[in-house]
């Protein structure tokens, strides 16, 4: 005799919307952009859905909207989010910083592991090349970056 034997079909849609749900939820965990998080979101809709309404046509439907609505509705913010990004000139990424002049706002100490800059009213955690220290006011140049530390060179 089998567990499922005893549940209604209800109850089994229900299982399935909520297997659905954890199973999308464990891929997106798992994956480095957002995959299937419409996917769960959806489920989720379908899940609620199964508790009051035992046809399992509405219950895709609502399971199909939901994920494709959510997802498009990402799709534009996102499109939208990028355009004003750039339209005002935004940098979005570390890299970006790269040969950008800036000023020493806290001196550039290698020995010390000490050292910051300003780039945009925005502080970074800096670091020179060589074993000499850079007073505070002093404009530097990126050079390179790893993580979020930015190395420099005096501007000459």
Known sequence: ??????????????????????V???????TVGLMSVWFALGSFCAFIVS?????????ITVFLVV?????I????????FKKDVEST???????DLVGRECLVI???????GKGRIKIDGVDWKAEYTDDT??????????????????YVERKE
Request: glycine share 6%.
């Open 1 to 22: 005799m089998s567990i499922f034997s005893n549940m209604s079909d209800s109850d089994i849609s229900m299982l399935v919307w909520l297997v659905l749900i954890f």
């Open 24 to 30: 999308f939820l464990i891929v997106e965990a798992c």
């Open 51 to 59: 508790v009051f309404c035992e046809e399992l046509w509405v219950q």
């Open 67 to 71: 994920s494709i609505i959510t997802l």
């Open 73 to 80: 509705g990402y799709i534009i913010w996102m499109k939208k």
């Open 89 to 95: 000139g935004a940098r979005t990424q570390v890299g």
């Open 106 to 112: 806290e001196a550039l100490d290698k020995l010390h």
């Open 133 to 150: 220290v850079i007073p505070v006011g002093v404009t530097v140049r990126v050079v390179s970056s790893k993580g979020v530390t930015l």
